[in-house]
C-alpha cells in the first residue's frame, strides 16, 4: 500500500468516528514526531500494539479486501506483566470492501455495528482439519440465540451485534447501497501472531511504499525508547 493511501484511510476512520459519536484514546493522536520522545511510559502501547492498523492482508487491493481499525485496550499473554483477559477494537470497513474469511482458536468475540451501513457476516463451523463444516451455526445476536443454514449471512444494522464464537469461521462485507460501516470489537485478549486462522492463506500487515510522510504511525511502526 501506498503511505499516502494509509494516510487517507486513517483520516477517513476519524472522520466516522466523530460522525457517530466516537472518540479515540489520545494516543491515537500522537503524530510520528511526537512518538520519538515517548518514553517507557507508553510500553503498554507498544508491547500490545494499540493504536491503528490499516492492513491489505498482503494482496495489494485494499480497496476489495482490507480493514482499517484501532485496538484501543488489550491484553498480552507472552508477557505476564500484562494481566487484562480482555480486549477493545474499532473497525472502518468501506462500502465495496470485505475481510476474509477466519476463525479464533481461541478468543470469543462480540462485532457490534456502531454505525453508518449494514454489515452482512458470512458464518460457517469449522471441521477438525479447518474446512467449512455442511453442520448448522448456532447464533447468538443481542440475547437472541438460533441455528441458520452454513453459509448464511447474518446481517447487522447500525447498534445490533454478533457473538462469534472460537472455531466460528466469520467474514465481513459491507451491505451494497448502505454506506461506510464503523464497527466495534468486545472479546477476550487478542493475539493475531497465533490466534487466526484464514481459509484462504494471506498475509497481515501491508508492504508500504513510502510516497509521502505519515500522518499517524501504525500498532507495528513504534520507535523503540531512546
Given at each position: 500500500?501506498?503511505?499516502?493511501?494509509?494516510?487517507?484511510?486513517?483520516?477517513?476512520?476519524?472522520?466516522?468516528?466523530?460522525?457517530?459519536?466516537?472518540?479515540?484514546?489520545?494516543?491515537?493522536?500522537?503524530?510520528?514526531?511526537?512518538?520519538?520522545?515517548?518514553?517507557?511510559e507508553y510500553d503498554e502501547i507498544r508491547d500490545n500494539m494499540l493504536g491503528w492498523?490499516?492492513?491489505?492482508?498482503?494482496?495489494?487491493?485494499?480497496?476489495?479486501?482490507?480493514?482499517?481499525?484501532?485496538?484501543v485496550r488489550?491484553?498480552?499473554?507472552?508477557?505476564?506483566?500484562?494481566?487484562?483477559?480482555?480486549?477493545?477494537k474499532l473497525l472502518m470497513l468501506y462500502e465495496g470492501q470485505e475481510s476474509?474469511?477466519?476463525?479464533?482458536?481461541?478468543?470469543?468475540?462480540?462485532?457490534?455495528?456502531?454505525?453508518?451501513?449494514?454489515?452482512l457476516i458470512t458464518v460457517y463451523n469449522s471441521t477438525e482439519d479447518g474446512k467449512f463444516a455442511d453442520t448448522d451455526v448456532t447464533v447468538n445476536c443481542d440475547g437472541r440465540e438460533y441455528t441458520v443454514k452454513a453459509g448464511s449471512q447474518i446481517r447487522l444494522t447500525p447498534g445490533e451485534s454478533i457473538t462469534i464464537y472460537p472455531y466460528m469461521y466469520h467474514d465481513f462485507h459491507v451491505e451494497e447501497g448502505t454506506g461506510n460501516v464503523l464497527l466495534g470489537e468486545v472479546?477476550?485478549?487478542?493475539?493475531?501472531?497465533?490466534?487466526?486462522?484464514?481459509?484462504?492463506?494471506i498475509g497481515r500487515f501491508p508492504t508500504i511504499e513510502e510516497d509521502e510522510p505519515a500522518y499517524r504511525l501504525l500498532c507495528n511502526e513504534y520507535p523503540k525508547v531512546k
Open positions: 500500500m501506498k503511505r499516502s493511501k494509509i494516510n487517507q484511510v486513517i483520516k477517513d476512520m476519524e472522520a466516522l468516528m466523530s460522525k457517530h459519536g466516537m472518540i479515540a484514546p489520545p494516543f491515537c493522536n500522537f503524530t510520528p514526531d511526537e512518538w520519538q520522545n515517548k518514553d517507557h492498523d490499516v492492513t491489505d492482508y498482503g494482496l495489494n487491493d485494499f480497496d476489495k479486501v482490507g480493514f482499517a481499525l484501532i485496538t488489550n491484553g498480552n499473554i507472552k508477557n505476564p506483566k500484562y494481566t487484562k483477559t480482555y480486549a477493545e476474509p474469511m477466519h476463525f479464533h482458536w481461541n478468543k470469543m468475540e462480540d462485532i457490534i455495528n456502531r454505525g453508518g451501513g449494514n454489515i472479546s477476550m485478549c487478542n493475539d493475531d501472531e497465533n490466534d487466526n486462522r484464514f481459509y484462504e492463506p
